[in-house]
Nanobody, 121 residues
Framework: QVQLVESGGGLVQAGGSLRLSCAAS????????MGWFRQAPGKEREFVAA?????FYRDSVKGRFTISRDNAKNTVYLQMNSLKPEDTAVYYC?????????????????WGQGTQVTVSS
């Protein structure tokens, strides 16, 4: 079993920055992919970024968001710069064994509880 706890969300003005953290405990997978997803009210959960050796991003956050990990701390980060109101959502981190499709929520077994990010215009 793996437990994931996100932190770092909050309210920020457009153009501002936030850094999200996701701390993993329990049976951790230092070589497994870690992903960030987000879900806005009334919308489906969508892929934001993943790290699995290489890094992967949805097009709308490329150049603004950076995913990184510290395996010694079992923590993955999402640095978010130049935030826009459309980035407002609950952000979730996820992981699991044998992730085949990095961008698909159904590929991930373990999820955190989410952290709210609100960007005001």
């Amino acid at each position: 079993q793996v437990q994931l706890v996100e932190s770092g969300g909050g309210l920020v003005q457009a153009g501002g920055s936030l850094r999200l953290s996701c701390a993993a405990s329990g049976r951790t997978f230092s070589n497994s992919a870690m992903g960030w997803f987000r879900q806005a009210p009334g919308k489906e959960r969508e892929f934001v970024a993943a790290i699995a050796g290489s890094t992967f991003y949805r097009d709308s956050v490329k150049g603004r968001f950076t995913i990184s990990r510290d395996n010694a701390k079992n923590t993955v980060y999402l640095q978010m710069n130049s935030l826009k109101p459309e980035d407002t959502a609950v952000y979730y981190c996820a992981t699991g064994p044998l992730i085949v499709e990095l961008t698909s929520p159904s590929s991930y077994r373990y999820w955190g509880q989410g952290t709210q990010v609100t960007v005001s215009s």
